[in-house]
Each structure stands twice: as structure tokens, then as C-alpha cells.
């Protein structure tokens, strides 16, 4: 049987770490893309299957050769997950282009790009593309003007790659993690964000790495063959509570 393999961008750390070692599990060869060369190096030691590729999805011509690296070491792509992106989060007023810039061209160029560069490979595998949005992306909120925009717009981008790669046998579908225990939300979130987090969350806490990576990579896999074009809140129910005020519960 040909071994399956993956391409996961943002792979160094969080969600991308954790996917890449449950689809080392599941026997993959798996392609680890970060633009941080010494993080990449640190989290691929010792993970058998793992190729790591340095490169700034940002940056057309580093993503084109990235494509042509993953392809020849891999041998074929079945699976890409778009999971690379930066958390910049202000006020509207104090948000420039240059700052806009710098969000979007990670959280939605880099989305386009890597998926442009190996939707050749994946119609030849009829394999799946994993969009990473963000519940930020469906909900507005204040501060995360170019962040939920720039993630908003990555859930339209599955959406068309589900109607237009379809027929060429590529599934595309699109998870929205709600807040996660990452070390970023650790050191940024104080305990009065996590109180008000843990009352609006019907779960009451936080999600785990391993639980968005699970549903990532079940969207990969055969069990989701006639699964496509789906925007998937990993969130412990955030999105669904709507205004969601804890007052109101019984």
C-alpha cells in the first residue's frame, strides 16, 4: 500500500505540532513547513517520517520551492493543512495598512498561495486541503480587525476551493478553533479573560492542541471522503451560544 503523506504549514509549534505527530502516528511522511528555522529544527528532532522545510508562506517564490521540496521527498501530497499564521490584535484606529499587511499576507495570501502551488499534486492524490480559520473569523470582536477579516476571508477562500476542486476530486474544509490552551494564550490571557472565556464556553474551558488536531486530521482522512466545502468550530460550543450571557443560563 502507498504510504499516505501530509503537508503542514506552521508546523513548529500548537496545533501544527500536534497534527503533524497524530499523522506521524496514523504512519504518514509528513512535510513540517515554519518560517523559524530554530523552533522547526527543535520540533522535528527525532520525529520519524518528518521532513522539514523552512519557508515564509508569505513569500511567493519561498512557497513555489517549498512545494517542489515537499513533492520530491514526499513522492505525492494527500493532504495539505493551511496552519500557518500570526495573532496581531489592536484597535481599528491604531491598525495602518502596514499592519494590515503584515496579517493578511501570512493568514490569507500564504492560505492561496500554498494551496495554488500543490492543488496539481493533490488532484493527482484526490487528496483534502485543511483550511485553519478561527473562530474570530465568524464572530466579530473588538481588536482583531485584520485578524478576523483576514480569517473570515480564509472560510469564503474553502468554501470556492470546495465548488472549484471538487471535480477534480479535492476536498477542501476549513476548522475554526475557539480559544486554546496554547503558550501564546497563556502568556497573553490573564485570568480575567480566562474566567470570561470559561462562562461564555458551554464546556466551561478551554481546548486542547491535541483536540483541534484530532478533528484536522479526521477531515484528512478517509472517514470524511464525502465530507467538503465545511466550516468546522472546534470551540467547545462558543459560536453557537451567540450573545451567550452567563446571567441568562438556568
Given amino acids: ?135 474570530s473569523g465568524l464572530r466579530a470582536s473588538t481588536l482583531r480587525v485584520a485578524y478576523g477579516t483576514s480569517k473570515a476571508a480564509v472560510i469564503q477562500l474553502t468554501k470556492q476551493q470546495a465548488a472549484e476542486w471538487g471535480e477534480q476530486g479535492i476536498r477542501a474544509n476549513c476548522v475554526c478553533p475557539g480559544p486554546v490552551d496554547t503558550k501564546l494564550a497563556l502568556a497573553v490571557h490573564s485570568p480575567e479573560i480566562r474566567a470570561a472565556y470559561h462562562d461564555a464556553i458551554p464546556l466551561n474551558r478551554y481546548g486542547t492542541e491535541q483536540e483541534i488536531a484530532e478533528v484536522i486530521v479526521f477531515l484528512c482522512s478517509d472517514k470524511a471522503s464525502y465530507v467538503t466545502g465545511q466550516i468546522i468550530s472546534a470551540d467547545g460550543g462558543f459560536e453557537s451560544t451567540g450573545v451567550g450571557l452567563p446571567a441568562l443560563r438556568v
Avoid at 490569507?108 to 496539481?120: I, K, T
Fill in 1 to 135: 500500500m502507498t504510504q499516505k503523506t501530509a503537508v503542514v504549514t506552521g508546523a513548529a509549534r500548537g496545533i501544527g505540532l500536534a497534527t503533524v505527530k497524530l499523522f506521524l502516528a496514523e504512519g504518514r511522511k509528513v512535510a513540517m513547513v515554519d518560517r523559524d528555522v530554530e523552533a522547526l529544527d527543535i520540533a522535528a528532532e527525532g520525529l520519524e517520517g518528518a521532513v522539514p522545510i523552512v519557508c515564509d508562506v508569505a513569500v511567493q517564490d519561498q512557497v513555489t520551492k517549498m512545494a517542489e521540496t515537499a513533492q520530491d521527498r514526499l513522492g505525492r501530497v494527500d493532504a495539505l493543512v493551511n496552519n500557518a499564521g500570526v495573532a496581531d490584535f489592536g484597535p481599528i484606529a491604531e491598525t495602518d495598512f502596514a499592519r494590515w499587511r503584515r496579517v493578511m499576507e501570512t493568514n490569507l495570501d500564504g492560505v492561496f498561495l500554498c494551496s495554488q502551488e500543490l492543488a496539481p499534486a493533490l488532484a493527482q492524490a484526490k487528496g483534502a486541503v485543511v483550511n485553519i480559520a478561527s473562530i
